[in-house]
């Protein structure tokens, strides 16, 4: 397969672990590397490599079979700037990022936001704990105020609330 944007999301299967646990590449269709769905384009996400930081999804791409999001980063680290001579969008794929639920006004979760995130998380089998996803996963979670992850920690949403409840243990909140 050949490097192709795209501006709505094709179709694509999820990936498959080999038996190391790494993401395997098999068939004709894009695969998606990452937690649950991809995410739409507008999301805000968490992009994990490199420690590159919040960004939006502006598009999709697929590049040798792999599905990912080109995302336009909010503040990019110094060293992406200067490697990539300005704020080009980063390409990240799924497995490289953490898909942020947005906020209301007052930074809280909607009910719909919430039943989102269960929808996202419910068929998920497991999380590697030792994946550049989980790390991206717990950088986000960590980046959430103690309001945030109570609303998490009692959201029932598969994975993420014992994560926000953790946080919340060790924060005290």
Known sequence: MTYRIHTTL??????????AGKPTNKGSKPVWSGIGKPPVIGDTVEVGIN???RGTVRSYFVDSGWLGV???L???PATYLKQ???NPPCHVFGAELTVLPPTDAEGKFSPDQLN???EAYLDLPAIDPISPTYSALTRALDSLDNGQLRQLANADVRFLSALSL???IRRGC
């Open 10 to 19: 094709p179709d694509y299967v999820q990936a498959e672990e080999d038996e």
């Open 51 to 53: 420690d590159r930081g």
């Open 70 to 72: 080109l995302v336009d």
């Open 74 to 76: 909010e503040a990019p």
């Open 84 to 86: 990539c001579g300005g």
């Open 116 to 118: 989102k995130l269960r």
């Open 166 to 168: 953790n946080r919340c």
